[in-house]
């Protein structure tokens, strides 16, 4: 078993980073559950020291990650945001970073309330308009970072153009893939310099572990992360990792089925005369959808509509039974939610009313069942409106 040069999407997704076990020949990279190694001879040693710093079970995910995304190395994080965070470790006292005006939560509160305590600053800025990008940049700017598609209205943002802009500046482009997952969109084809998960969604796909990572392509990045990733420890697990491992295997599969349930329910929503507007790139109707046929393959499982009123969202959140009401997305598992009291609960009214998140909007995380089930738990829910 030998992975050939020009090994296509879904064969990485299956056999990057791993090799059968040298000592039993097992297909699946074990979990190494240790913490440290034993050294043949005083400054004699395989390769492995200490568990924080190098384990073979996250040296086989960071790899599988970084061939799937098309980058030069890939870093294990606890979180998402231990990832982002990592990410951020690049800047010093005095750098800007320009960043989407709609970023995930977790995200804004990382900058807002934490990292502007470091001398970081920080614009929220409609990058799906790269004129607004091209103008927020200072001569303090390092960073652009990007979400496509973004939470919960499906904005996209044009990496292409962003990517061209950012480096005609000298400045990285950073882009947060986790909604489309590497299946829909690759952010380094389009430019990206660095391109960040939360592995907890579509990367390990089953709800059943909580993760993040950086994929690099520049040498100095990968230096650095290296040696934060250690220096400040907050490493992936050996467990989350194999869990990762397994979850890769299948995302080429479970993406195909979370479009063609995300498309499906979007066109049914689309034509139910209680949907006011429904926010899906794959829909023609989407102002970015000629973009979303560039930029992406497959439109994704993920896509808000807007019922006019928090009653109405309230009856039909409350009335699914097929569909779990939580946060999250990207499980196999189809997950409805209320952007404007749970995930945006934070973002002041007025700074939701400017993003268009109002108290009718409900999002929904589309899973891979059948697409039969799913439409009628949805319709018998507006009924009930
Ligand atoms: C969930 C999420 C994160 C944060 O990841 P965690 O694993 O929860 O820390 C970051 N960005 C996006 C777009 C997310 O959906």
């Known amino acids: 078993m030998k992975l050939q040069p020009n090994a296509r999407f879904s064969t990485l997704c299956l056999h990057a980073g791993q090799t059968p076990d040298p000592t039993t020949g097992a297909i699946i990279t074990p979990i190494y559950q240790t913490s440290t190694y034993v050294q043949d001879a005083l400054g004699s040693h395989k390769g492995y020291e200490y568990g924080r710093t190098q384990n073979p079970t996250r040296s086989a995910v960071e790899a599988n990650l970084a061939a799937i995304e098309g980058g030069k190395a890939g870093f294990g994080f606890a979180s998402g945001m231990a990832a982002i965070g990592a990410v951020a470790s690049l800047l010093v006292a005095g750098d800007h970073v320009v960043v989407g005006d709609n970023t995930y939560g977790g995200t804004f509160r990382l900058f807002d309330k934490v990292l502007t305590r470091y001398q970081l600053t920080f614009s929220y800025i409609d990058t799906s308009d790269p004129d607004l990008v091209a103008r927020a940049i200072t001569p303090a700017t390092k960073l652009v970072f990007v979400e496509t598609p973004s939470n919960p209205l499906m904005k996209l943002t044009d990496l292409a153009a962003i990517a061209d802009l950012a480096h005609a500046r000298g400045l990285r482009l950073v882009v947060d893939n986790t909604f489309a997952s590497p299946a829909v969109q690759r952010p380094i084809e389009f430019g990206a310099d ?11 796909g089953h709800s059943d572990s909580v993760g993040g990572v950086v994929v690099a392509t520049g040498d100095q990045d990968i230096e650095w992360l290296t040696f934060v990733q250690n220096a400040a420890g907050a490493i992936l697990s050996p467990f989350d990792s194999w869990l990762i491992l397994r ?6 599969i479970r993406m195909e089925r979370h479009n063609a349930n995300g498309q499906a329910l979007a066109e049914f929503l689309a034509g139910h005369k209680k949907v006011r ?16 046929r560039r930029q992406m393959r497959g439109f994704g499982g993920m896509l808000a509509f807007d019922l006019g009123s928090l009653d109405a969202a309230r009856t039909v959140l409350n009335t699914v039974r097929l569909m779990a009401l939580a946060e999250s997305l990207g499980g196999v598992e189809t997950l409805i939610s209320h952007p404007a009291t749970m995930t945006h609960a934070s973002v002041p009214a007025e700074t939701r009313a400017h993003l268009g998140i109002t108290d009718g909007l409900v999002r929904i995380s589309v899973g891979i069942e059948d697409i039969e089930d799913l439409r009628d738990d949805l319709a018998r829910a507006l009924d009930a409106v």
């Open 194 to 204: 660095l391109v960040v998960h939360s592995t907890t969604k579509y990367l390990n």
């Open 247 to 252: 979850g890769t295997k299948t995302l080429p």
């Open 277 to 292: 507007s429904v926010f899906y790139p794959g829909l023609p109707t989407h102002p970015q959808h000629a973009l979303a």
